[in-house]
C-alpha cells in the first residue's frame, strides 16, 4: 500500500509499505477513506515528538471502511463506516476509567507515533471497540475528519480546561486550525468576548468570520496593549494558547487577568518561561491538556444537527499521491492560506 513514512527530522516521502495485519484480537484494519495533516505531525518533522522514531507512517486522523477485525471486537464488522479517534484507548486501565484516554496504559497517542497511522491507504487500530465511532447515516465523511482531532482538542484543552462561561472574556493567542477550533466551541458558552491574536490578516479575517468579537494582529500592533484596551485593563478571563513557541505562552502571561485561567494546547519542543514574580499572587490557574476525545459523540451529534461545521476548516484537497505537496501547503500556510488539507487515498 502507499504511506506517507518519516525519516527523520526534515525527513519524509511517500512509500510502498506492507499492509497493516491483525496483530492482536482487538484490532480493526480501516481502509482509509480521508485523512489530514496536523500541527503536530509538523512538530515530529521538527525533532519535537522523540517517541516518534524513523520508519513510521505519520497520521492520527480521519475516517474509513473497517476491512477486518479480530476475535475480541464485538461493536463493528467489515463494511462498517468508523471515525477514528486520534486517541487509543483500551476503555479497562485506570486511566480510561477515570477519562483520561489520552494516557491509557496501552494506548493514548499512538497513531503515527508509536504506531502506524492513518496516512496511508490502510491503518491498524488497537482497541477497535473503545477507538472507533461509528459513522452516523447520512454524515458527510469529510467534515467528521475533523472530528479525529482538532475540534475535540480546541473543546477540550482549550474551551473545557480554560472554563469559559457566559459573559466571560476570552482571547485565543494562535487562529490556525486548533486556535479556530476553539474559537467554534467557544460560543457554546456565550462568552461576551472572544478576541483572537495571529500574525496573519488571513486566518484573522477567517476568526473574525467565525465568531470573533475582536481580532488582533500581533505584527502589526501591540497585543496586550489592545486586550487591554478591551477588557478596561484586566486582561481576560480565559486565555487559550493555541500556537506551542515560548513567545506566545509568554504573552498568555501578558494577557490574563487576576482570577483567571490560561489553557495551554499547543505542542513544545523547547522549554518555555513561567513568570511568576509577576503571577505569584494573581489567583491564575494554568493547564496542560493531551486530549481525551471525550466529548467526540457530543461534538458528533452538534455536527448532524447542522450546529457546528467542520467543513469551514478545509480549505484544500489532495489525494494520497499528492501528500508531499499537501505538506507543502499545509507547513507553508501564510503563503497559501491553508487551514486544514483535506487528504482523499
Request: glycine share 10%; net charge negative.
Amino acid at each position: 500500500m502507499k504511506a506517507l513514512v518519516y525519516h527523520g527530522p526534515g525527513q519524509k516521502s511517500l512509500n510502498d509499505h506492507p499492509k497493516p495485519d491483525i496483530k492482536d484480537a482487538g484490532d480493526a484494519i480501516i481502509r482509509v477513506t480521508h485523512t489530514t495533516i496536523c500541527g503536530s505531525d509538523l512538530h515530529i518533522l521538527k525533532g519535537d515528538v522523540p517517541t516518534c522514531q524513523p520508519g513510521r507512517v505519520l497520521g492520527h486522523e480521519g475516517v474509513g471502511i473497517v476491512e477486518a477485525v479480530g476475535a475480541a471486537v464485538s461493536t463493528f464488522k467489515p463494511g462498517d463506516h468508523v471515525l477514528i479517534f486520534c486517541i487509543t484507548a483500551c476503555g479497562r486501565c485506570d486511566y480510561c476509567r477515570r477519562g483520561m484516554y489520552s494516557h491509557c496504559t496501552t494506548g493514548g497517542w499512538i497513531l503515527g507515533n508509536a504506531v502506524d497511522g492513518t496516512q496511508a491507504e490502510f491503518v491498524r487500530i488497537p482497541h477497535a471497540d473503545t477507538s472507533l465511532h461509528p459513522v452516523p447515516q447520512g454524515a458527510d465523511e469529510e467534515a467528521l475528519v475533523m472530528l479525529s482531532d482538532i475540534l475535540p482538542t480546541g473543546f477540550e484543552c482549550g474551551v473545557l480546561n480554560g472554563k469559559v462561561q457566559p459573559g466571560s472574556s476570552v482571547a485565543i493567542v494562535g487562529s490556525g486550525p486548533i486556535g479556530l477550533a476553539a474559537l467554534l466551541t467557544a460560543q457554546y458558552y456565550a462568552p461576551a468576548q472572544i478576541n483572537m491574536v495571529d500574525l496573519d490578516d488571513n486566518r484573522l479575517a477567517t476568526a473574525q468570520r467565525f465568531g470573533a468579537t475582536h481580532i488582533v494582529n500581533s505584527k502589526n500592533e501591540d497585543a496586550v496593549a489592545a486586550i487591554m484596551a478591551v477588557t478596561d485593563g484586566l486582561g481576560v478571563d480565559t486565555v487559550i494558547e493555541a500556537v506551542g513557541v515560548p513567545a506566545t505562552f509568554e504573552l498568555c502571561q501578558d494577557l490574563v487577568a487576576p482570577g483567571g485561567t490560561i489553557a495551554n494546547v499547543g505542542v513544545y519542543g523547547v522549554k518555555v518561561d513561567l513568570h511568576l514574580e509577576k503571577l505569584w499572587s494573581q489567583n491564575i490557574t494554568i493547564t496542560t491538556r493531551l486530549v481525551d476525545t471525550v466529548t467526540t459523540p457530543m461534538l458528533l451529534k452538534s455536527v448532524t444537527a447542522k450546529k457546528l461545521d467542520p467543513l469551514q476548516l478545509v480549505t484544500h484537497r489532495f489525494t494520497l499521491d499528492g501528500i508531499l505537496d499537501a505538506y507543502e501547503t499545509f507547513s507553508h500556510a501564510a503563503e497559501t492560506q491553508a487551514l486544514k488539507v483535506l487528504i482523499t487515498p
